[in-house]
Every structure is written in C-alpha cells, then in structure tokens.
C-alpha cells in the first residue's frame, strides 16, 4: 500500500497487477543477483571453452584459504569425452589429484598423457591419477569430497595457498585437456 501511494504521488499509474508483477521481477532479480553474488564469493565460474572439437562449459570451483587446502575441481560434459570430474589439490611441494570419467576411451587417453597434463601445473611435483566412474554424478562428486575435506581438516595442519597459484594450477589442467585430440 505505501508503494503503491508512492507510485500514485509520483504519477504512475498503479494497479494491483502492475504492483503484483513489479514485486515478482524484483524477487527474481534480487534472487538472481544473490544466486551471483554468492558464486563469485565461493569463487565458481561456469565458463565456455573448446575442449578437443566440442564446445563444452566447464565449472571450475577455487577453494583457498587456511580453513581448507587449495583445491580446485574442475568439471565438464562433451559428447566424445563424457563426462569429466578433476579434483586438485595445491600442496606446498607440488600438485596432487585425479580425474574420474564415465568414458573407458577417455579414462585411457588421460593415463596416456598424464604427463602432458600435469607438466601445464608448472609445479616440481605432481601426482595425478585417472579412474572410471560407470556413473559419474557431478553434484555427488562435489558433495562427497566436501565431506571428506572437513574430517581430514582436523587431522592436518593448515596451509595458505595463493590465489595466483590455484588459477595456474586450473589453467594448467584446462589446457592439458585442450590439447588432446578425442
């Protein structure tokens, strides 16, 4: 009601339909603008890239900070490649992960270039590891590592890792996947 005698003082005209629709673009709007807010402060990006042949979007989550290691988890869907689940982890001497697939032809064409991969990190060590998932679901691979971060947080002292260096170590992988021909 005083919305509507502030829209009427200032001339517009004002039905309840028109105040009714004008409230529900502002909740979605706010809702969208939260939903936004709230991927950039967890630091999750959805982005187009050109994997092999195929226009794919890649979620990518950065997770820095001393509550938690440095992980970074990459995930993608291409018609040729399946789907695709990286878990990486900054350590302070190198970089250690793995990659689960639903696709056998994919799985064996990340062990072969295993090395390829994980020279893009950039980093003195790494150990990276491949494994097929018959049924790689991507929530499930997110909501089970977040599990099992905090009952290993307890255990190990708490080390902080450097944005620059997660985005390296993510940029590193995407571009090692790029270069494969599938």
């Known amino acids: 009601e005083e919305l509507?005698?502030?829209l009427v003082k200032e001339g517009y005209p004002v039905t309840q339909a028109t105040?009714?629709?004008?409230?529900?673009?502002?909740?979605l709007?706010?809702?969208?603008?939260?939903?936004?807010?709230?991927?950039?402060?967890?630091?999750?990006y959805t982005i187009?890239?050109?994997v092999g042949s195929d226009v794919t979007n890649i979620s990518l989550k950065i997770v820095r900070g001393t509550e938690k290691k440095g992980m970074v988890e990459i995930?993608?869907?291409t018609d040729r490649a399946g789907k695709v689940a990286a878990r990486l982890e900054a350590k302070e001497e190198g970089v250690s992960g793995f990659a689960a697939t639903d696709n056998k032809e994919m799985q064996q064409m990340l062990e072969q270039h295993i090395q390829d991969i994980t020279k893009e990190f950039e980093e003195e060590k790494s150990d990276f590891q491949v494994t097929y998932v018959s049924k790689l679901n991507f929530s499930r691979f997110s909501d089970h590592y977040k599990s099992k971060e905090t009952a290993r947080e307890a255990d190990e002292e708490t080390y902080q890792v450097q944005t620059a260096r997660l985005y390296k170590i993510a940029k590193g992988f995407l571009e090692g996947i790029k270069k494969l021909s599938f």
Do not use: H, Y
């Open 29 to 44: 709007m706010n809702t969208q603008i939260s939903i936004a807010g709230k991927m950039a402060d967890n630091e999750e």
């Open 48 to 50: 187009p890239v050109l």
């Open 4 to 6: 509507s005698a502030m």
């Open 19 to 27: 105040v009714s629709r004008d409230i529900r673009e502002l909740k």
């Open 75 to 77: 995930l993608f869907e």
